[in-house]
Every structure is written in C-alpha cells, then in structure tokens.
C-alpha cells in the first residue's frame, strides 16, 4: 500500500495488511527507511508469529574492477537490528539449501562435491553438511585466504578451508571420460 | 559500589539531591513524549534552577539541531533552557568531527558525507566543515570525503548506502556513528527504525566498525565537562533507557535514577540486577522514580 505523508509518524498510521505472516529480506537496491519502518512494524506486531527471513547474509557483491555494491547481508542486519531478533538464513552458509536438494535428489553427502569460489559461503556450507568441498579460484577467495585460515589455530576458520582446488572448473574436464 | 535500583523518595530522595550540583537528562521519554511534557517536568526544571542546581540536557536524538531543540524546549513549557545546555548527538558528532578532521593542523579539511537529517547536515556545517555533495569552494578541485557520519536518516537508501560504501574503501575516511539506538518509540506503542540500524547496514557492507558519539559511549560527557566543568561526583545522570542512559551515567561516573515514563521497565532493571553477568549490572540504576516529577519533593522549597 502506498504509504501516507512524507514522514515515520505517517509511515507509522498506514494500514497494514492483516494476512501478513513473514517479512523477507532480499537484495533490494530500492531499499529504504520507510521500508525497514514497515517491516518493523509487521515484526512488532506479529511478534513470534511473523517470521523473519532472509535470503542470504553475502556483505557484498564484487563488481568488476574491483568495487562491490553492499549485500543483502546489509539489508539483513538493518531490520534484525531495528527488530533486536535474528533472521532465519535461507543461503550458503546455512544448510536449508542443501537440505532442499536433498529432499528431491537421492544425494550421498559422501559421493557428492560441493564446488564454490568463496569460502565463508559456499566450501563452508560444503563441510558443514559433510560434502568433500572444492575451491575453484576464478572468484572471490585466494590461496592466500586459505593458506591463513589453515594456519589459524581458530576451529570456525579450520571449517573454512577446502579439500581441494583449482584454478578455474575446466579443469576438471581431463577427470571425466570421453 | 553495586547499584540496587532503589526507589528514590522520602529522606533518602533529599540525601541524594541535597549535595547533588547537577543533573544530566535524557530528553526523549524523560522529559517528554512526543510532543506533551511529562507533568511536573518543567516545574522540576524550573525549581533545579532556583535550587542553584545546573539542569544539562543529553540526548541521542540526532534528528534536531540545537536551535530546533531549544525551541522544543520552550514549545512545551520549560522556561530557561538555552542551547549551550542541550548537547545532542547531532551537535556531538560536530564537534567530534571538527577535533578529528580539523584539530592538530597538518592535512586537515575533507568533506563529511553525511546520512541524515537537515539538523544533523546543519550542525556539522555550523562545526566549519563541508558536506560532500554540497557545491565546491573551487569549481573543478573536489576535496576528498574523510567521514561518513550516520544518524538518523528517514530518508536512508540503497543508494546512499551504497555511496557511503564507496567512500569507506579509503581506510583514511573515518566511518562515525551518532548514536547505537536500534529503534524509538512512537506514541502509540509502535517502534520507528533508530541510528543503529542503519549502523549497521553501513558496518556489514563496508567491513568496518562505527566510533559511536552517542551514550553510552562517553564522548558527549567529555563535552559537558569541556563546556561546564562538571564534577562527575556531585552529577546525576537521569534517563529512562537502561542500556543508553544508565549506562552512560555508569561508563562516565555518575550515579543514576531510572526514570519509568519511557523506554525501559523496572521488570528490566531487575532481570538485569538477577544476571549472573558482569556486564549485566552496569546496566542496573542506583534509583528509580515512576516520573521526575517525582524529584521535585526532594528539593528546597
């Protein structure tokens, strides 16, 4: 619904759609106050029974030439700070994902690799479901990133470091038959 | 000593306020609600006055600039408060600003991209520093942003969200936060977005932690005391929000009154004084009262 006036006081007395039971986060470049102020008041006014979600905590999205534009991460934390309560994460690293897959595919956590280019999302979901995980270095994470988190004595950056790696995913083609 | 968030009243209320030679207030669920005065506020104010006893204003609220305050302050009844008694987080993180990026000489200057209201762009342009995005003082030579300042911002976007990034990728340009609140009440029971929110969005994309001006940090203390002298022991500290207010009083020395006409309920205070945590009763007052109103017997007639 449109919202009336210009100002939260306003914002605060428009009428709220009574079948709202969730607030989804998303990447959401038209992002803004009177939206968080909205999805407050829906989290205020379901309290336990309005779920808050999130599709994914990613900070950043790296552009080319190497700026980044921020994340749904940013959007996430914006409403879990107004609401002083956590989002359930849908995306990598969190493991709903991988449990959708599971539940339509017969998958074998054990014969199954988990192929990704950053470490904080995708090889560590990977190893949090018991996938043996591979690095593929055409991404966002370095040798170098995993080379410091091996060397780390901390067992949160030990779950961060891959089985393997390559350089690029074509490499995997010399593996495979004709 | 541990604080046991007593009732203030009767002899002891007269104890405490006795040698006290000022009091610090919160604004916001205080001093008023919305825009009615708490009853019996003003009359507190006005009789500290007569009293001798110094009436100071700290408030996390960085929509208003101390201009627009000061007329609030008159508008609902108190008589006798002036500007150079009300330090605002907007005015605050001025000041911070102008000590950070003009103090010491050398390379100072820069613009401060400022995610706000037009009384918090007011105040840092009243520090002498320019905003980005405001017209160059020579065409053609733009001077670098050395600060993001976040307050208040009702008209926050993914846009702006996204500048202040770009700006934050100089390790030189200084990310500074007006207050942590997560949100503030409204009239009806309802709850509008605060400063720390928008913190936070700006801290996640950017990977860096905000300098917050606001209580409980103590910078707004250090600027009483560079104004007015204040002795931190003859000062209380009354505010109606645990982890802002009580804190603050507690992180600058103070003793402090709960006051229960806003954000936090005693129910808090003492869940708080139960915890097993150390952090847990710096969030406990000294004392409570049900309003300020309720201060007023403790003082001279």
């Known amino acids: 619904a449109a919202l009336p006036g210009p100002a939260p006081a306003d914002w605060a007395q428009a009428p709220l759609d ?3 039971r969730a607030v989804l986060v998303g990447f959401d470049e038209h992002f ?12 205020m006014r379901g309290g336990p029974d309005c779920l808050l979600v999130g599709t994914n905590r990613d900070n950043r999205l790296p552009l080319e030439g190497g700026t980044a534009i921020p994340g749904t991460g940013c959007l996430v934390k914006a409403v879990e700070t107004a609401a002083q309560r956590e ?4 995306g990598k690293p969190n493991r709903y994902m991988f449990d959708c897959v599971v539940s339509e595919f017969n998958i074998d956590p054990a014969r199954t690799i988990m192929v990704g280019d950053r470490l904080d999302t995708d090889i560590l979901m990977g190893n949090s479901c018991g996938l043996t995980t591979l690095l593929t270095l055409t991404g966002v994470s370095t040798l170098d990133e995993v080379k410091g988190h091996q060397e780390s004595n901390c ?4 779950s961060l470091v891959p089985d393997y790696y390559v350089d690029s995913i074509a490499d995997l083609l010399p593996a495979l038959g004709d | 000593g541990m604080a046991v968030c007593r009732r203030l ?3 002891e209320l007269r104890e405490v306020l006795g040698p006290a030679q000022g009091l610090l207030f919160d604004c916001d669920g205080v001093l008023w609600a919305g825009e009615r005065a708490v009853p019996g506020a003003p009359e507190l104010v006005e009789r500290l006055r007569r009293s001798g006893k110094a009436a100071l204003f700290v408030s996390n609220n960085s929509r208003r600039s101390v201009a627009e305050l000061e007329r609030r302050f008159s508008r609902l009844g108190f008589r006798g408060v002036r500007g150079e008694h009300v330090f605002s987080s907007a005015l605050c993180s001025a000041l911070f600003l102008r000590q950070r990026l003009l103090g010491g000489g050398g390379n100072g200057g820069g613009r401060v991209f400022v995610l706000g209201s037009e009384g918090l762009r007011g105040e840092v342009r009243d520090a002498g520093l320019r905003l980005a995005g405001e017209a160059e003082p020579v065409p053609g030579v733009a001077e670098p942003v050395r600060a993001v300042l976040v307050g208040y911002d009702d008209q926050f976007t993914f846009a702006k969200l996204s500048r202040a990034c770009g700006y934050l990728r100089d390790p030189q340009c200084l990310l500074v936060a007006t207050d942590p609140d997560p949100w503030h009440p409204l009239s009806d029971g309802q709850r509008t977005p605060g400063t720390g929110s928008l913190t936070a969005a700006v801290e996640t994309a950017s990977g860096r932690k905000a300098l917050v001006v606001g209580k409980p940090n103590t910078y707004m203390f250090d600027c009483i005391v560079e104004r007015f002298g204040v002795d931190p022991s003859r000062t209380l500290m ?14 600058c020395g103070l003793s402090t009154i709960l006051t229960l006409t806003g954000v936090s309920r005693l129910e808090e205070a003492q869940a708080y004084m139960a915890s097993d945590s150390a952090a847990a009763k710096d969030l406990v007052p000294d004392y409570y009262v049900d309003t300020i109103a309720d201060l007023i017997p403790g003082l001279d007639e």
């Open chain 1, 155 to 158: 067992p949160t950056r030990q």
């Open chain 1, 87 to 90: 989002a359930f994460i849908i």
């Open chain 2, 238 to 251: 009354v505010g109606d929000r645990l982890e802002t207010d009580i804190l603050f009083g507690k992180n």
């Open chain 1, 18 to 20: 009574p079948a709202v």
């Open chain 2, 9 to 11: 009243s009767g002899a």
């Open chain 1, 32 to 43: 803004s106050y009177a939206k968080l102020c909205q999805a407050l008041r829906y989290l």
